[in-house]
């Protein structure tokens, strides 16, 4: 069973920084694709950057520029940076891991950009 882990989540002021974290069980290699996605109160769960197994990134266009993506296979984490937030960027951030067909998700961390 894949067990994913988020932490890193909290509450920053506007322009300020935060790095989430997402430790898998067992080895990351195995994923094809890792990502995170977030979910805005009363919106629905969008990608916000991914990473593939080649290390190719993709992003949101609301977070080019400001968010990075990256993979520490030997650490089984994932990573992400997060600057120069800004309160439209407040959501719980969710870990996605894909194998083949199957997709696991972490139970989120809850980030909120507030003066």
């Known amino acids: 069973q894949v067990q994913l882990v988020e932490s890193g989540g909290g509450l920053v002021q506007p322009g300020g920084s935060l790095r989430l974290s997402c430790a898998a069980s067992?080895?990351?290699?195995?994923?094809?694709?890792m990502g995170w996605y977030r979910q805005a109160p009363g919106k629905q769960r969008v990608l916000v950057a991914n990473?593939?197994?080649?290390?190719?990134?993709n992003y949101a266009d609301s977070v080019k520029g400001r968010f990075t993506i990256s993979r520490d296979n030997v650490k089984n984490t994932v990573y992400l940076q997060m600057n120069n937030l800004n309160p439209e960027d407040t959501a719980v951030y969710y870990c996605?891991?894909?194998?083949?067909?199957?997709?696991?998700w972490g139970s989120g961390t809850l980030v909120t950009v507030s003066s």
């Open positions: 990473i593939v197994s080649s290390g190719t990134t």
């Open positions: 996605q891991a894909q194998y083949y067909t199957m997709n696991y």
């Open positions: 067992g080895s990351i290699s195995r994923f094809h694709v």
